[in-house]
Structure formats: structure tokens, C-alpha cells
């Protein structure tokens, strides 16, 4: 995976996945650093679960052999200076809390680092994928920010879904629109 935003869709998919109703996504660049957090109402995982989230042969998944999804995301991060933390809980009885939230820190300029990649188009794929769930995606870079909230979105949408190619269409185009906005100098 040689862009950062390919880890991204991959740690998000994580969480839908896992059922989740509600995902936020945080990337905030401060100086060197960039912080990113994915925080999920999905089932959780069990305690031996995510002792094991590390080890790159443990999956639940059965369509692949081995999950590399949290191993390259950690690999990526202690190579650039940084780390990952990773919380989760499961609900202990019907209506309980549960989901989990993974941070992550990263060395921004490292030579290790990688670019961020098309961040529009891979937050577009994850709503297409889980058009349902409902997302908030902020990215923070000072003072300048890139946002968008599937809650808010709906509320203009009325009844119609977020699947709907003109709706993804134009999800992709406001992305890009606030991107360029944050790039300039
Ligand atoms: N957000 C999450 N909520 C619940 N379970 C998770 C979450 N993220 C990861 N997992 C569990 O950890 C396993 C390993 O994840 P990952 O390293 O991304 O590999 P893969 O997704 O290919 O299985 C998943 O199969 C799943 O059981
Ligand atoms: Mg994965």
C-alpha cells in the first residue's frame, strides 16, 4: 500500500464491519505530526481479541487467511516514529456501549511516511459501501479544516439514499472542493 489513504479505508472498514451505526474519523496534522483516530459503535472486541490485533494471522474474517489491516497500519506508524492505540469494548448486556476507537500518531515528513492519497475518493467508497451508517469526517490542519457529516447530509436529503450516484457525486465533488480550499497557501 503505497498511499496513506488506502490505510485508512481499510481501518474504516474495520468498523463497518463490525456493524457500526455511527464511525468518526479524525486526521489532525499538527507541525510533524499527524494524529489519526476511527472511533465505532460496532460489537467491540473480547479482551483476547485485541491482544491478538497485532499479530498479522489473526482474523475473523473468512474470505482471507491473514488480516494485515491493523499490523501494516502499526508497521507504518513505529517506522515514521509514531504508535497506535487501540481500545474496545463489548456490550455486557442488551443495550449496553459498545465499539471501538484506534488512534494513531504518525511522523508526517519522515521519509518513511507516505502520501496521503485520494482521502475524497476513499471516504466517498466507504459511504457507497455502508451508505447506512453515518460517518463524520474531519480533517484538521490548523486552522483550516475539510468536513462532512452524513447526519447533516440526510437531513437535506429527505428520503433520498446516500448510495445514489448523483448524492456520491457530489460527496466526492464538495470533498474536493474543501481540499483544494485547505491547499492553498
Ligand atoms: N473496529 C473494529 N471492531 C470490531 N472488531 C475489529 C475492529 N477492527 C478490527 N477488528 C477485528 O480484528 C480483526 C483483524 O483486523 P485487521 O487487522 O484489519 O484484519 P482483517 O480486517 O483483514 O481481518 C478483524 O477480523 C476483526 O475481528
Ligand atoms: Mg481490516
Not at 479482551?47 to 499479530?55: C, F, G, N, S, V
Not at 486552522?143 to 457530489?170: H, I, M, Y
Request: negative net charge; glycine residues 10%; contains cysteine.
Amino acid at each position: 500500500m503505497d498511499e496513506f489513504s488506502l490505510y485508512v479505508l481499510d481501518i474504516v472498514n474495520n468498523s463497518t464491519r463490525a456493524g457500526a451505526r455511527n464511525i468518526r474519523i479524525f486526521l489532525r496534522e499538527e507541525g510533524d505530526d499527524l494524529y489519526f483516530t476511527v472511533e465505532d459503535d460496532g460489537c467491540g472486541m473480547s479482551e483476547e481479541q485485541l491482544a491478538r490485533l497485532r499479530d498479522p494471522f489473526f482474523t475473523t474474517r473468512k474470505t482471507r487467511k491473514v488480516g494485515l489491516g491493523v499490523p501494516f497500519l502499526v508497521m507504518l506508524a513505529e517506522m515514521t516514529g509514531g504508535w497506535v492505540k487501540i481500545a474496545s469494548k463489548q456490550a455486557a448486556g442488551e443495550g449496553e456501549d459498545h465499539g471501538t476507537k484506534l488512534e494513531a500518531k504518525f511522523g508526517l515528513h519522515h521519509v518513511d511516511f507516505l502520501p496521503l492519497g485520494d482521502l475524497c475518493g476513499t471516504v466517498t467508497t466507504l459511504i457507497q459501501g455502508a451508505p447506512d451508517t453515518d460517518f463524520l469526517y474531519l480533517h484538521t490542519r490548523g486552522e483550516k479544516q475539510v468536513r462532512l457529516d452524513t447526519k447533516e447530509l440526510r437531513q437535506v436529503l429527505g428520503d433520498l439514499s446516500l448510495a445514489e450516484p448523483e448524492v456520491l457525486a457530489w460527496i466526492r465533488e464538495n470533498l474536493a472542493e474543501q481540499y483544494e480550499q485547505m491547499n492553498q497557501v
